[in-house]
């Protein structure tokens, strides 16, 4: 088969949204955007609370809960594997430490099978957030409608919670099913921003973008 050139990124949004990467050119390394980094900084956030309480659920839940490796982590990110049954427990029990201590997060949850990824964020950052941070860095060249969002799994949620166009790959996780059916429930036409395609991985994100109108249908 016929091989494509990809046009080369200008951005990267990576880490669950805690950070951002530009490319100079399409054959240097991606610079980190420091601008980025200090709008994340504040805001009741603190990676030491955040270490602190969740070093008490491993210690509730022994062998059930643990921190992820260390390159799965930043001064704005940390994850915990949690096992699947228990997800939600050790989410509330986070939440409340983080309260107590006066610690600001977001939460979110991905993964299938036996285990979960539970991200604790800063409560600034997100895909969403990055999404709309690097729209603003490119002088608003396309807006929302104009942007698409796409995702397999529970940390996507709440990027496709904006205005943006989004797919929903055919081989998505649960809990992101789990919400296109709320939507669906609260308001049908959401139908018409979120697509749920029969394809999965990026045959799923093409059949999307034939959707929208991004791509030729005959590609």
Request: charge should be negative; include cysteine; proline fraction near 3%.
């Amino acid at each position: 088969s016929a091989k494509v050139q990809l046009t080369p990124p200008i951005a990267l949004i990576a880490s669950v949204g805690t950070e951002v990467y530009w490319y100079a050119r399409s054959d240097a390394e991606p610079q980190l955007d420091e601008e980025w980094q200090q709008l994340l900084s504040g805001h009741g956030w603190s990676e030491p609370g955040v270490k602190s309480a969740g070093d008490c659920a491993i210690d509730r839940w022994t062998g059930s809960v643990h921190w992820r490796p260390d390159s799965e982590h930043n001064s704005f990110k940390r994850v915990l594997g949690v096992r699947a049954d228990l997800a939600s427990d050790v989410e509330a029990f986070l939440r409340a430490k983080l309260e107590e201590i006066g610690v600001c997060a977001q939460f979110a949850c991905s993964g299938h099978g036996d285990w979960r990824y539970l991200d604790i964020l800063s409560p600034k950052a997100g895909k969403l957030a990055a999404t709309h941070h690097v729209r603003e860095k490119l002088s608003r060249q396309f807006g929302a409608h104009q942007t698409v969002c796409c995702g397999d799994s529970g940390n996507d949620i709440a990027m496709m919670e904006g205005e943006e166009r989004c797919i929903i790959v055919g081989n998505a996780q649960r809990e992101l099913l789990e919400w296109r059916q709320s939507k669906l429930a609260a308001d049908a036409q959401c139908s018409k921003r979120i697509y749920f395609a029969s394809a999965q991985n990026a045959h799923g994100i093409i059949e999307g973008l034939k959707f929208f109108g991004f791509v030729d249908p005959s590609f």
